[in-house]
């Protein structure tokens, strides 16, 4: 069943709360964490923000680009002849945890 930005805003909150975002904060992030395609396996807070483990039985088409603030992002296949399952990671850029995530690696 796939996520709705609502079931992640709430799962962000929670997931979050530490950290002191603002509903709104959390309501711009959900939406731009949720990408057609793409199921949200996990998430937490990282160096560069915060950092997403999707998958998907697809090869992974994304607009990539400086304006949607990805800072980083890796594309996993699995499968032995063929490549059947990817696991994307993708780090989001979120100004409102600078300086407050220790640093875990990605």
């Not at 160096?47 to 999707?54: E, N, R, S």
């Amino acid at each position: 069943m796939p996520v709705t930005a609502g079931d992640l805003s709430k799962a962000m909150s929670k997931r979050l709360a530490s950290y002191k975002l603002t509903d709104a904060v959390i309501k711009r992030l959900a939406d731009r964490l949720l990408v057609d395609g793409l199921e949200i396996m996990r998430f937490d807070p990282c160096i560069y923000g915060i950092c997403v483990d999707y998958w998907t039985r697809e090869l992974p088409k994304t607009d990539l680009n400086i304006k949607s603030g990805i800072t980083k992002w890796e594309v996993f296949p699995y499968g032995i002849l063929e490549w059947d399952l990817f696991h994307v990671r993708v780090a989001y850029e979120v100004n409102e945890l600078e300086g407050k995530v220790t640093p875990r690696g990605f």
